[in-house]
Structures are given as C-alpha cells and as structure tokens.
C-alpha cells in the first residue's frame, strides 16, 4: 500500500491496529493551539506529515514513550538573526523547528536559500532586506547595519531604486520585507511609507525594529500610519526591549490600532538585556549617554569580558555584538510575555566562537519553565498558542503552506516538539550563555527526529526552505491561491 493511500485511510478515521506508521509518539499530553485538543492521544507520522492523532495505540517501526510529556507543535522563531548550522543545533536544543530571519533579512533572497538547501536541521526562511538593500543602493556594496550611509535620506532616484530591490526580493520568494529603522536614521516617512507600499502590492509583512523614542510613541504612531496608508501588514519586534517599562502603554496602542483595522502585530522575547552591534549608530553617543558604571555593565559576548570607557571604543572599530545593560524591569518583561497580543520570538544572535546572548540558546525553554511553570504569568496552552499558531497564523497571507505549521493535527507537518513541563527550563547565562536547556527530549522536523532524548542525531538534514512563491504584484484585497513552498 502506497504512503498516500496510507494517509487517506488515516484522514478517512479508518485507522486499525494493521496500519503501520513511521513513527508514533505514544501516550503524551497532546496540545494543539489551534483545535484546542488537551487530552492524552498516540500521534502517528507518515511521510514527513501528521496522520493520526488517536486514543487508541498505533503501530509504527519506531515509537516514543511521551508518558508524562507535552506533545506540541514545532517552535516557530519569526526573529532568528543565527540562521548558521550551528546556531540551527542550538535551535533544534529549544524545540525550534522553524527558525525565521524576518527582522533585517538578508539581501539576496535566491542565494540565501540555496546556500541552506539540505544543510538545515530545522526550517529556514528569510524577509527581504530593507537596511540592506539600502546600502547596495546608496554604495553599491553592503556594509551591513554601519556606516554614514545608512544616516542619509535618500533621493527620489534612489528611492525608485530601493522600491526595485524590495520588488525583486519579494519576487524571489521573499516571506516579509525587513525594517531596522533605529540603525537607518536617514530613512524618512516616504521612503518607508514607498517601503510598505510594495509590501502590501505582494501581501507580505513588514516586520520593524522600531526607531528608539524614550519620551512619546512617535516610533509607533510611525509604524502603525504607514501600514493605516498603505494597507500593509505589520508586525512590531521585540516589543519588550523597544517599549521598555512602557510597554503596557505600547500594547494599548497596538490593541487600538487593531480594533481600527490596522493589521498589526508583535513579539517578545523573555530576557530584560538585549543585544546588538556595537558600531551601529545607535551608540554615536555613547560616550556622553553612558556612566562608567553603565559602560562596565555591557559584555563583549566572544570573550563574555565586560567593557570600559577604554575598551568599548576599541570594540566598536573592531565591530561585533555585545550584550546590553538591564534597561528595564522584569516586571516588564512579565507583562509582555503574558499579554495575548504578543507572540513569543528570540531575536537570536549570530555565535561568536560558539557564543552569544542567551537568547540565542534557551528563549522557548524559558518561557516554558520560568513564566508558565515558575510564575504562572501565562498557562501552558497560552504560551504554546504563542510559540506556534500565531507566528504561523502571521505569514499565511503571503504563504499558504503555513496553514500546515504551528498545529498538531492530522494533514500538518510534522514539525514536534516533546518536553518535560515539570523540568523545562533555559540554562545559559550571560556569562555563560552556550548552555542548552533541560527538558526538551524530542524534537521532529517533516518527521524525521532532530533530537532524540535530548541528544542531536546525524542522520540527515530535514529543514526545508519557508519560502513564497515567486509572484508577481497584485491589487491590495486579492485572494491569494498559489501555494508556498
């Protein structure tokens, strides 16, 4: 009998003791955030896909003993800047089955994907990148998130020249177009609002890092007036490190931009230091904004050393990533991790000799073990809901497949995740960031096991690219048929 067959029987509830499975996850605590299914069930996988979810047992050449585990959909990370084959272990050891860089992206959206194409443990996909794109254009080479360049307001030449490279991104593939608008100060309201306009012709989101605004919600108001114009998607990132200890106030903004139509969206990661490049421009100041005791609190992540007024000029000729001083409470982090605006996202950084913020290593884990577990600022379900079905629900305007991520049920793909609630948790720290989390024992990516009880295997490499179609531009409103990738 053919795999196909196999899956009609199954989908048809014709299910027997005789149908074989590849692999069978048995007798776990199965959720799926979409149906709201909680109940203990047998999940049965055949050809890289969901085909049974049962209460009776199902038979398959190889088995997992889920008694007392969690059975989850994948993790999808829509903010992951590590998209190496390192950093995808590190990915695989926090229930990641799908690692997204959507916030800067990348600049070539054809050779990023076939420089991954078989090489992935998990998922990979990746937006078009506004920053960058801009470089190309203004310098014809791209120096990355530095440079005067990026302080410049382009010329409406220019312009049409950065709408041409978006386009073509977004012909390619391209799952969102990239905004870092607090490393592209010389980015004005029309070049953005051009920006969005080309998003919204192609049914793509815009994911923006925000410009930073300490004193009014300009940075916001800017975000949330481009895509009211334009009819553009847009997703918000790292909520908790842009609002800070305002971020009640910026999801009451968010809520009321959504009530007025505007589809908006954002996400949180659960530390309260962020992480960046330290010759960005948003440290031209540094020498006057910060104390010696705030310099001493920002660590050099390659050697984990903390900085000085002597050393931090020295590391930003160098160029690297650092970790950031606490600039907000934990309180605040709380409130955004819990909120039911706010989808769950790492911002994973690139490792420098095997290192980086720890963000990077245990987001998933932590927000499993401290925020459910430990402090109960959000149930189980809820933060399931928010590490799968909503960051699958944000691109599945622009990519049907989507539609089969972030569930657990049968005809999806089998992207899993199995872990221990009692013992979940993130283990890194900023001084010792490489340390993989406990209690994620298993994870599957299009049905093959990436992590067998808690241990990587090396069979294959089964991540598959995220990628749309290669379209061409339509009228806002048009329903979208072709599929994904």
């Given at each position: 009998m053919s795999r196909i067959a196999i899956l009609v029987l199954v989908w048809a509830a014709t299910l027997s003791a005789q149908v074989s499975f590849d692999l069978v996850i048995r007798g776990g605590r199965v959720i799926d955030p979409e149906s709201g299914l909680d109940l203990i069930r047998d999940v049965g996988i055949v050809a890289g896909r969901v085909a049974a979810i049962s209460e009776g047992p199902l038979e398959a050449a190889r088995s997992i003993d889920a008694a007392g585990l969690v059975v989850a959909p994948?993790?999808?990370?829509?903010?992951?800047?590590?998209?190496?084959?390192?950093?995808?272990?590190?990915?695989?050891?926090?229930?990641?089955?799908?690692?997204?860089?959507?916030?800067?992206?990348?600049?070539?959206?054809?050779?990023?994907?076939?420089?991954?194409?078989?090489?992935?443990?998990?998922?990979?996909?990746?937006?078009?990148?506004?920053?960058?794109?801009?470089?190309?254009?203004?310098?014809?080479?791209?120096?990355?998130?530095?440079?005067?360049?990026?302080?410049?307001?382009?010329?409406?030449?220019?312009?049409?020249?950065?709408?041409?490279?978006?386009?073509?991104?977004?012909?390619q593939g391209a799952l969102a177009v990239g905004f870092g608008l607090a490393y592209t100060p010389g980015a004005t309201r029309e070049e953005i609002v051009e920006m969005f306009r080309i998003a919204a012709r192609y049914g793509a989101s815009c994911h923006v890092h925000m410009r930073t605004d300490l004193e009014t919600f300009a940075n916001l108001e800017e975000v949330i007036s481009a895509a009211r114009e334009t009819g553009a998607q847009a997703h918000v990132v790292h909520l908790n490190s842009s609002a800070r200890d305002r971020v009640l106030d910026y999801l009451a903004l968010i809520e009321r931009a959504r009530a007025s139509g505007v589809d908006l969206?954002?996400?949180?990661?659960?530390?309260?230091?962020?992480?960046?490049?330290?010759?960005?421009?948003?440290?031209?100041?540094?020498?006057?904004?910060?104390?010696?005791?705030?310099?001493?609190?920002?660590?050099?992540?390659?050697?984990?050393?903390?900085?000085?007024?002597?050393?931090?000029?020295?590391?930003?000729?160098?160029?690297?990533?650092?970790?950031?001083?606490?600039?907000y409470k934990e309180e605040s982090v709380r409130h955004a991790i819990a909120s039911p605006l706010v989808i769950i996202a790492s911002d994973g950084m690139w490792l420098s000799d095997g290192r980086a913020h720890p963000r990077s290593f245990g987001t998933f884990s932590r927000v499993l073990g401290r925020y459910v577990r430990e402090e109960k600022a959000l149930t189980l379900a809820d933060a399931i809901r928010k590490m799968t079905l909503m960051p699958a629900q944000r691109l599945e305007k622009r990519v049907p497949a989507m539609r089969n991520k972030g569930?657990?049920?049968?005809?999806?793909?089998?992207?899993?995740?199995?872990?221990?609630?009692?013992?979940?948790?993130?283990?890194?720290?900023?001084?010792?960031?490489?340390?993989?989390?406990?209690?994620?024992?298993?994870?599957?990516?299009?049905?093959?096991?990436?992590?067998?009880?808690?241990?990587?295997?090396?069979?294959?490499?089964?991540?598959?690219?995220?990628?749309?179609?290669?379209?061409?531009?339509?009228?806002?409103?048009?329903?979208?048929?072709?599929?994904?990738?």
């Open positions: 994948g993790f999808i990370d829509l903010h992951q800047h590590g998209q190496s084959l390192a950093n995808y272990e590190a990915q695989v050891r926090d229930g990641i089955t799908t690692a997204l860089e959507l916030e800067i992206g990348v600049e070539d959206i054809d050779a990023w994907y076939q420089d991954r194409q078989g090489k992935a443990l998990v998922n990979f996909g990746a937006s078009i990148s506004h920053p960058y794109s801009r470089q190309l254009t203004v310098l014809g080479r791209n120096p990355g998130l530095s440079g005067e360049s990026l302080a410049v307001a382009l010329t409406e030449q220019q312009i049409g020249q950065l709408q041409r490279r978006v386009k073509r991104g977004l012909e969206t954002t996400e949180a990661y659960p530390y309260n230091r962020g992480s960046t490049l330290i010759q960005s421009h948003l440290f031209n100041d540094w020498e006057e904004k910060y104390s010696d005791e705030q310099l001493a609190q920002f660590i050099w992540v390659q050697t984990g050393e903390t900085l000085t007024r002597e050393t931090f000029p020295q590391r930003r000729r160098m160029g690297g990533t650092i970790i950031m001083p606490p600039l569930r657990l049920r049968p005809g999806a793909d089998a992207d899993i995740v199995v872990f221990d609630p009692l013992t979940v948790i993130d283990r890194g720290t900023y001084a010792d960031p490489a340390r993989g989390p406990e209690g994620i024992r298993y994870v599957i990516v299009n049905g093959r096991l990436v992590l067998d009880d808690g241990r990587l295997t090396d069979r294959d490499r089964p991540g598959r690219a995220v990628r749309a179609q290669r379209i061409y531009p339509f009228a806002p409103g048009t329903t979208w048929n072709t599929p994904g990738q």
